[in-house]
T-cell receptor, first 112, second 114 residues
């Protein structure tokens, strides 16, 4: 089983739709959690951190469920510009530090 | 612009050659990570420095790979005796002191081994 798993998609949705992505992780000792966005042939960029209490940034809402070991990302009122790959990142214990482990990413395509 | 720079942006080499990539972090960022990314996959952790100390190395990092960060500022990643399977995007990311572990990525170096 991979440490961090994501459905690769693609998720193909119309503008204005609400779409949700999930990401599961295997190490219960994982410490911090993030969603990154990666555009085609570009580097990943932080979208938002994920907190236990859940957090919202405009149209984006992130949730963490430690008991079930998954994080989620909800995008409301999708825009064409939201089309990208969304990577979940989990910081898990390594040899002596916490190591960032990325999922393979979920592709989102928003069409007119 | 995140402020992390990488050089070169593209490298084409023949199998068996050695290559070296450079990463310049955001000023005063003390943690520096190297990743490898192939098509359709997320970045895979290779190694991590805190200042000049290399604290973690992935088992993916074979003995043909070596990384340095001699003065705690820029870092280099060298691949010796390149193989076709080394073809990938090599990404560098840095994190500042007291941050919430937010990583700032450079644009990457795309390596093609012929």
């Amino acid at each position: 089983r991979k440490e961090v798993e994501q459905d690769p998609g693609p998720f193909n949705v119309p503008e204005g739709a609400t779409v949700a992505f999930n990401c599961t992780y295997s190490n219960s000792a994982s410490q911090s959690f993030f969603w990154y966005r990666q555009d085609c042939r570009k580097e990943p960029k932080l979208l938002m951190s994920v907190y236990s209490s859940g957090n919202e940034d405009g149209r984006f809402t992130a949730q963490l469920n430690r008991a079930s070991q998954y994080i989620s990302l909800l995008i409301r009122d999708s825009k064409l510009s939201d089309s990208a790959t969304y990577l979940c990142v989990v910081n898990s214990p390594g040899g002596g530090s916490y190591i960032p482990t990325f999922g393979r990413g979920t592709s989102l395509i928003v069409h007119p | 612009d995140t402020g992390v720079s990488q050089d070169p942006r593209h490298k084409i080499t023949k199998r068996g050659q050695n290559v070296t990539f450079r990463c310049d972090p955001i000023s005063e960022h003390n943690r520096l990570y190297w990743y490898r990314q192939t098509l359709g996959q997320g970045p895979e952790f290779l190694t991590y420095f805190q200042n000049e100390a290399q604290l973690e190395k992935s088992r993916l990092l074979s003995d043909r790979f070596s990384a340095e960060r001699p003065k705690g500022s820029f870092s280099t990643l060298e691949i010796q005796r390149t193989e076709q399977g080394d073809s990938a995007m090599y990404l560098c990311a840095t994190t500042g002191v007291g941050s919430t572990d937010t990583q700032y990525f450079g644009p990457g170096t795309r390596l093609t081994v012929l």
